[in-house]
């Protein structure tokens, strides 16, 4: 064993999680009435394909289900109210691993329940102040991965600490050089721009007061998405954080064998592990620089390494023989393609070929059959899918498979040679859908997932959006999807709402949205736009708004406003703006960069000044914001010059916040900074905190919540 893989491997044991028996859940086998329109999604299968594991808020919170995919006989597995973010059944079908994300936070736990409801355990997470997330199984069952984040050791007594004034880029100091205090994540911070803009910490009311949560996870049903997990790494030089992905057995009978561990990391998640155990696929490094590593597990040595984009976390898999490793990269490509890497004995690269590309669409899922012969390949085409098969094994072209709906967000193997698909659309909630072996076509809902009339409330249907795709100042083309407010007449300009997601890597999809469909019930449209840094338009687009690119991603938010009155759909007097997480700082900062434009915003859980945010995030998430945003230290300058608090003199129109009380990636000091100052500035401003919320608002009274408040907002101040 080499010498650094042996010191790594002593230094992590620690950390090697140990299940955690735990009561068998209350009314395990129980089906409580459901909300008609609900969603499910996250699906995956049992080794015989005829059940899955899914995840559904038809109880008004996402929890752990089971069906049978042909069938209406459903199982609650776990009733206690934490909500599910993924999903995995073990290839021996004697367990199902998940993932929950206690009190709605941001820290998450990984449990495994026997398919029956008994037997539920904590494998990874259970420690407090840790967090931990799902990777893949052994082939045979017996192992799940897990990675866990460790806390940050203490650091001492709280000081109070002043952030200094930016000056010029000192490109020598390392993070630990800030004033004490100032990188703990429950430490003190004086906000830039004086006294008069509080204080965040302890002391202020700002971040570290609410119970923690999970990792990141975007795919809440609110947006009809199973988007990936985010998980994140600490700063270089800041607290001594890392990240350790075991192999345990759920049982508890062998002892949790360490796969890879990292300091100071932003990712690492275990994707496959080859059929003899030898070889590890492992995910790691930040965002806009995932990479996908071979690791030899039986010294921790690395094989291959190749670059592969942001997105969906699971990027390949392994051969049956270990030789060839199957990945989806954009490794030196604009755009994601599945790609061939043959593999010496070590775990090294001798050899890459392209197996499918296309030349303007990313592959943005990728899924095996059971023996790996067969590839199922889900395409994103300008934000909606286009789903294939391809055999590994010759050299047949890929078998077009038609969809009932918009998009694919998760893709599962479901017996030999069968799938289950999870699908959003514009028209209906989140379902999963089954096609048996050998079929060319998806041939059923599952009779447990909502019908597609069931998406809303009689009387007033879903809109299916429109592309537009407006052109930046500086000529880039750009994205979106416009949604009309029904009832109008032809021509004639309405009040509109710009959205923006979040990530920045997120896309906006072609998927039904509850808060689309509110506002426009209040006759306001919706323009959802992709500025740059969005993902789906190449990698060249999502890189646009690095460094000093992010002025023009600000830009571009005004010059798609822009686009929609010139095209006569949008009234220019009437217009608002309206984001969450990165799409919430963006909220923010086209408000004081382009106050003339809009006559107010709502801003969800978005970052106010990225100096007090990479003081207040989690570790993890500040090394990967380092690498999109900029680092705290060297780059301190740009990074005030790009926040909102530092023009806020220039706000003059009203702001709603919203946050969840409990979200420690964005923490709530973020949107009371802001909404203070206006405040101070005697703007109307307010400020929504959703009880029993991380970074993603996940249960059904909240969202319904924050729905009718952001509408509310709306109307009264666009005067309808």
């Not at 709906?405 to 030999?416: F, M």
């Amino acid at each position: 064993m080499a010498a650094d893989a042996r010191d790594r491997l002593i230094g992590a044991m620690s950390a090697a999680p140990v299940p955690v028996p735990l009561a068998d859940a209350a009314g395990a086998r129980d089906t409580p009435r459901p909300l008609v329109a609900h969603g499910c999604w996250y699906p995956s299968a049992d080794p015989t394909g005829e059940w899955v594991a899914f995840i559904c808020d038809r109880t008004g919170v996402p929890q752990l289900w089971t069906g049978a995919v042909n069938g209406t006989e459903i199982h609650l597995l776990d009733a206690d109210p934490d909500p599910v973010t993924e999903v995995s059944w073990s290839p021996d079908g004697r367990w199902i691993a998940y993932t929950v994300a206690p009190g709605g936070g941001e820290h998450t736990r990984v449990l495994c329940v026997r398919p029956d409801g008994t037997g539920r355990r904590i494998v990874a997470g259970a420690d407090a102040g840790s967090s931990a997330y799902l990777g893949c199984w052994t082939r045979d069952g017996s192992a799940v991965a897990v990675t866990v984040a460790e806390p940050p050791p203490p650091t001492g007594p709280t000081v109070r600490a002043v952030l200094p004034e930016p000056s010029a880029p000192d490109h020598g100091t390392a993070f630990g050089d800030l004033p004490a205090g100032w990188a703990e994540r429950d430490g003190p911070a004086t906000l830039l721009g004086g006294a008069g803009h509080g204080e965040v910490g302890p002391d202020g009311g700002g971040p570290g007061h609410g119970p923690e949560g999970p990792v990141h996870e975007p795919g809440a049903p609110d947006r009809a998405s199973d988007a990936p997990v985010h998980e994140e790494g600490g700063l270089d030089g800041g607290a001594p954080d890392r990240l350790t992905a075991y192999l345990v057995d759920p049982s508890g009978l062998g002892s949790p064998v360490l796969v890879a561990a990292e300091s100071g990391a932003a990712t690492l998640r275990v994707c496959d592990v080859d059929q003899d155990g030898r070889f590890a696929l492992v995910r790691r490094g930040p965002r806009g620089r995932r990479e996908a590593v071979v690791v030899r597990t039986a010294d921790l040595t690395t094989g291959s390494v190749l670059r592969v984009g942001d997105g969906d976390p699971w990027i390949g898999r392994f051969s049956q023989d270990g030789r060839t490793l199957w990945l989806r990269s954009d490794h030196e490509r604009r755009f994601a393609a599945l790609l061939a890497a043959t593999l010496d004995e070590d775990g090294g690269r001798v050899g890459l070929s392209v197996v499918a590309e296309r030349e303007d669409s990313d592959l943005e899922l990728l899924a095996f059959a059971e023996d790996g012969r067969t590839a199922a390949l889900a395409w994103n085409v300008r934000g909606a899918s286009e789903l294939e098969t391809l055999s590994l094994s010759t050299a047949a072209r890929p078998r077009e498979v038609p969809l009932p709906h918009e998009v694919v967000t998760r893709i599962t193997r479901a017996g030999p040679g069968g799938m289950v698909l999870a699908l959003s659309g514009s028209q209906r909630r989140p379902g999963v859908w089954w096609a048996p072996p050998g079929a060319g076509t998806l041939s059923a809902r599952t009779p447990w997932s909502s019908r597609d009339e069931d998406a809303v409330p009689p009387g007033r249907p879903p809109v299916r959006p429109v592309p537009l795709r407006p052109t930046a100042r500086d000529g880039l083309r750009l994205g979106g999807w416009y949604y009309r407010a029904p009832g109008r007449d032809a021509g004639r300009p309405g009040p509109c709402v710009i959205h923006l997601h979040g990530g920045p890597e997120e896309q906006e999809r072609p998927v039904f949205d509850p808060l689309y469909h509110e506002l426009l019930g209040r006759g306001l449209d919706v323009f959802a736009p992709d500025v740059r840094g969005s993902s789906g338009w190449g990698r060249p687009f999502v890189d646009a708004d690095l460094g000093t690119g992010r002025f023009a991603a600000i830009d571009d938010v005004a010059d798609c406003a822009a686009h929609v009155v010139l095209e006569g759909l949008a009234d220019p007097t009437r217009l608002a703006v309206m984001g969450r997480s990165y799409g919430g700082y963006l909220t923010m900062a086209s408000l004081v960069w382009h106050p003339e434009l809009f006559r107010t915003g709502v801003a969800v859980c978005g970052m106010s000044d990225l100096s007090t945010f990479f003081a207040g995030t989690e570790p993890w998430i500040a090394e990967s914001a380092a690498h999109k945003y900029g680092h705290p230290v060297r780059d301190r300058e740009l990074l005030r010059a790009l926040s909102p608090m530092s023009r806020v003199d220039a706000l003059r129109v009203p702001l709603l916040a919203v946050h969840g009380e409990h979200d420690t990636n964005v923490p709530p000091g973020e949107s009371e900074q802001m909404v203070r100052a206006a405040r101070e500035r005697g703007l109307p401003a307010e400020m929504l905190t959703l009880r029993d919320e991380g970074h993603e608002f996940r249960r059904a009274d909240n969202r319904r919540l924050f729905r009718r408040a952001a509408a509310d907002w709306m109307q009264r101040h666009l005067g309808l």
